[in-house]
T-cell receptor, first 114, second 113 residues
Framework: AQSVSQHNHHVILSEAASLELGCNYSYGGTVNLFWYVQYPGQHLQLLLKYFSGDPLVKGIKGFEAEFIKSKFSFNLRKPSVQWSDTAEYFCAVRGSGNTGKLIFGQGTTLQVKP | DAGVIQSPRHEVTEMGQEVTLRCKPISGHNSLFWYRQTMMRGLELLIYFNNNVPIDDSGMPEDRFSAKMPNASFSTLKIQPSEPRDSAVYFC???????????FGPGTRLTVL
C-alpha cells in the first residue's frame, strides 16, 4: 500500500538554524511529490512540488527539496529558518498516473524560537 | 483570483443533526477533493470528483457521509446524522485535472457536541 513517513514529528529550532525535514514514501511506480505548509489556523499551502526533471526543486520562501529515487526520499530543506516559518509541514505523494489520489504524511510541527 | 471557497468556516452542531459543508472550486478546475483532518488520523482523503463525477469514495467513513457535485462550481459534503467523532476540520481542494496540483480551501471546522 502507498504510504508516506515523516520521521520528525516535532522540531524546535532557533532562528537562523538550518532545517531538514525527512520524508520517505512507499510506492511501486513513478511518483509526484509535494510539500505543503499549514500555518497556525490556516489552510494548506503548496511549498513546492516535483513531477519530473531536476531532482532538486526550489519552492517559495527559500525552501527546497531533493528527490532521491534510490532512497524513496523527498527531504525538505531551508538554510536559515525564521520565526515566521513556525508551522506544520506535510509531505505528500501521488502516483504519476491520472489517479488524483494524494497520500499525506502525518506532518511535522516546526517551532522556531526567536 | 479567488481560491477554493468553503462555507461555513465553523460549524457547531449537536449529535444527530444533519450537517452540510459546501465548496466552490477554483474556476476552471475540473477535479475536486474532500479531505478530513484530525489529530489522530492526520489528513485523510474522503472522496474525489473529476468532471463532476465521483471517482473514488473509498475514504468515506460510513454511510452517514455523502457527497455531491451537481455542477462544476459547487460541491457538498453531508453528514447525517452527525456524531461527536465526526468533529474535525474538513478541507476541500481542487485541481486542473487529476494529475494537476491540488489547491486547498480554508477548511470548515466542525464540532459535534
Amino acid at each position: 500500500a502507498q504510504s508516506v513517513s515523516q520521521h520528525n514529528h516535532h522540531v524546535i529550532l532557533s532562528e537562523a538554524a538550518s532545517l531538514e525535514l525527512g520524508c520517505n514514501y512507499s510506492y511501486g511506480g513513478t511518483v509526484n511529490l509535494f510539500w505543503y505548509v499549514q500555518y497556525p489556523g490556516q489552510h494548506l499551502q503548496l511549498l513546492l512540488k516535483y513531477f519530473s526533471g531536476d531532482p532538486l526543486v526550489k519552492g517559495i520562501k527559500g525552501f527546497e527539496a531533493e528527490f532521491i529515487k534510490s532512497k524513496f526520499s523527498f527531504n525538505l530543506r531551508k538554510p536559515s529558518v525564521q520565526w515566521s516559518d513556525t508551522a506544520e509541514y506535510f509531505c505528500a505523494v501521488r502516483g504519476s498516473g491520472n489517479t488524483g489520489k494524494l497520500i499525506f504524511g502525518q506532518g511535522t510541527t516546526l517551532q522556531v524560537k526567536p | 483570483d479567488a481560491g477554493v471557497i468553503q462555507s461555513p468556516r465553523h460549524e457547531v452542531t449537536e449529535m444527530g443533526q444533519e450537517v452540510t459543508l459546501r465548496c466552490k472550486p477554483i474556476s476552471g478546475h475540473n477535479s475536486l477533493f474532500w479531505y478530513r483532518q484530525t489529530m489522530m488520523r492526520g489528513l485523510e482523503l474522503l472522496i474525489y470528483f473529476n468532471n463532476n463525477v465521483p471517482i473514488d469514495d473509498s475514504g468515506m467513513p460510513e454511510d452517514r457521509f455523502s457527497a455531491k457535485m451537481p455542477n462544476a462550481s459547487f460541491s457538498t459534503l453531508k453528514i447525517q446524522p452527525s456524531e461527536p467523532r465526526d468533529s474535525a476540520v474538513y478541507f476541500c481542494a481542487s485541481s486542473s485535472g487529476l494529475a494537476g496540483t491540488q489547491y486547498f480551501g480554508p477548511g470548515t471546522r466542525l464540532t459535534v457536541l
